[in-house]
C-alpha cells in the first residue's frame, strides 16, 4: 500500500481543520487527527477536555473511536496534528496498536508540515494485542 505525498498531505490538512474544534480551555493544547480507513473513510478527531482533568479524551482516540462505532476497524494512516508535532501518547498508541501494527502514523505541525512518518509497530515496539490473549490451554 502506497500513500502518496497529496494524500498525505490532504489528511494532514483535515487533521488541522478539524483542531480548531478542539476543546481545550484547559490546557490551550488543541490536537487534531484524521484517520484513513482501508476502505478509504476519513474520521476526525480533536481533544476533549473536561473540568475533571482525567476525563478528558485524546484527539487520536476520539478518531479512532467514531471509526469503530460506524464498523470499521481496518485502518491504513493516522494523521496527528498539534502545534509542535508532537507525538502520540502512550495510551493512544495501544490503542492504535489494537487495531493493527502496521498503521502509518503521520505527525505535523501547526502549519501543516509533515514532521515525521512513522508506525504504530516503531512507536509501542512488542506491543500488547489481541493475539496476547489467544492461548490453546
Ligand atoms: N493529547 C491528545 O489529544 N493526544 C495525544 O496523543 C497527547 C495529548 C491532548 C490531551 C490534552 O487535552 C492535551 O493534549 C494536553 O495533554
Redesign the pocket.
Known sequence: MTITHEEKQSLIDLANEARRR?Y?P??R?P?G?ALRTKSGRIYTG??V?NAAYPQ?????RVAIFKAVSEGETEFEVIA?V?NNG????GG?RQVMAEFGLETVVLFADGKGTLTKETTVNDLLPEAFTPKHLVTDH
Do not use: F, I, Q, R
Not at 478528558?56 to 487520536?60: D, F, K
Open positions: 478542539a481545550v484547559y490546557s493544547y490536537v487527527a480533536v481533544n477536555e478528558t479524551m485524546c484527539a487520536e496527528v498539534t508532537g507525538s502520540p501518547c493512544c
